[in-house]
């Protein structure tokens, strides 16, 4: 048997720590008679009067050295090879029994070995969990302030319904739609719809979103006149991939006859491309250079339903560009003027060519490149300063399928996430099921 000496107390911040420090002072034949967790104050703790994360959990162990009866004697048991293989074993299945079972975290005695080291790593196992649990609780909380505190900064939480409040975070974070214009659009669906269940004010929210965008409808053509509309907008906006869809849209569906005016003498092949689709359609096209030379073209398509001109792209910057296309839609007299916007670049650039290309006189809006934008809420952005009506929008690069009319409805639906733009067209989302 055993006897009980003097103990000793070693500090570390985890029980396999502190069991080392013991065996390297004191030998391995030690026991353990104590274990508890304690805390270490420091500069934070007392900075943060003991809040959650302010001071440093360490564990204490107090040991005491075993020595055997028979060795303080300084006798021997007696030998008995065949007792002691068969404790060997017992105690062999015993260590591997408790290692199988989770030890108590509370157990005052603890002989130092397998059975120990086993104890300490669940131990400080354990201890790694609860950090890193509160470790991502404390994230949230976090998360939940910077949230709160970017809300205070907007001008507080918006005074509707918690259900439109989640809409509302869900609009800006989600749809990167401006924080004063969400506020305005859940302010207004509280003020009409109440406080209706989740279903009544998303139906709401999808119409309030759809009122808001302007659908001025496609190309009008005008009964036994030839109806002029000519396409505008910056360099990599899409125009005469939008014109060579609503080519195919007049010529092939609609069963229209339909002219191509090719103004784009400065991107490298684009008068190719234009004599192509007209080689393949059979459609006449003109290429010209001059505002003269545009009227003229004009004049000669004068027998025709439709005459789409095709202005090649100029930056905004582009003074001496942007005047001479003044002068060529001066010359052409368009029905209709669409100013071509891609849908992927940054609001910025959208409202500065909207600015600059005011001055050439559009009247309508072509979103392209629905597919190739992340998010879809930059465009109540646009119309929240905008009275010009949206005409078409495109999805994708299939001529048939990609050309779509403006649905104020199915770019409200877009921004909420029911609908998708996948494969050249829209479709619904799983989404949209629960929202119908």
Sequence with gaps: MAKRGATHVFRAKTCTEAIGKATA????????????????????????AGKLGGDMMEVE???????????????EPPAD?????????????????????PAPVDAALCTLGSASAGLAGRLDEMQRAVIARLERDRADLRGELRSLLSLQARGGVPNVSPELIAEYQRLVDEADMAEDVARNVVEMVHSAAGAGGAGMLRSALRGELARRIPAAGPILLREGKTTVAALV???GAGKSTTIAKLAVDFALRKKKTVGLINEDDTRPGADCQMK????????????????????????????LDLVLVDTGGRSP???????????VIRAVKPDETHLVLASGV????????VARFRNIGFDRLILTKLDEAITHGGILNLFSKLADGLSYVTTGQKYLESLVAADGDLLARLILGMAEVAEGGVRETAAAAGDE
């Design 25 to 48: 002072k004191l030998g391995r034949n030690i026991s353990i008679v104590n274990r508890r967790e304690v805390r270490e104050e420091n500069l934070f703790s007392k900075l943060t």
């Design 61 to 75: 162990l107090e040991v005491e050295v075993s020595e055997p009866d028979a060795a303080k004697s300084g006798t």
């Design 81 to 101: 090879p065949k007792s002691n293989h068969l404790l060997d074993k017992t105690y062999a299945r015993a260590l591997a029994s408790a290692a199988r079972r």
């Design 233 to 235: 907008g910056p360099t």
């Design 276 to 303: 192509n689709l007209g080689q393949i359609m059979s459609l006449p096209v003109k290429s010209v250079n001059e505002p003269a030379q545009a009227a003229e073209a004009v004049r000669a398509m004068g027998d």
């Design 317 to 327: 910057r582009d003074v001496r560009g942007m005047e001479k296309l003044r002068e």
């Design 346 to 353: 940054s609001e910025k650039l959208m409202f500065h060519a």
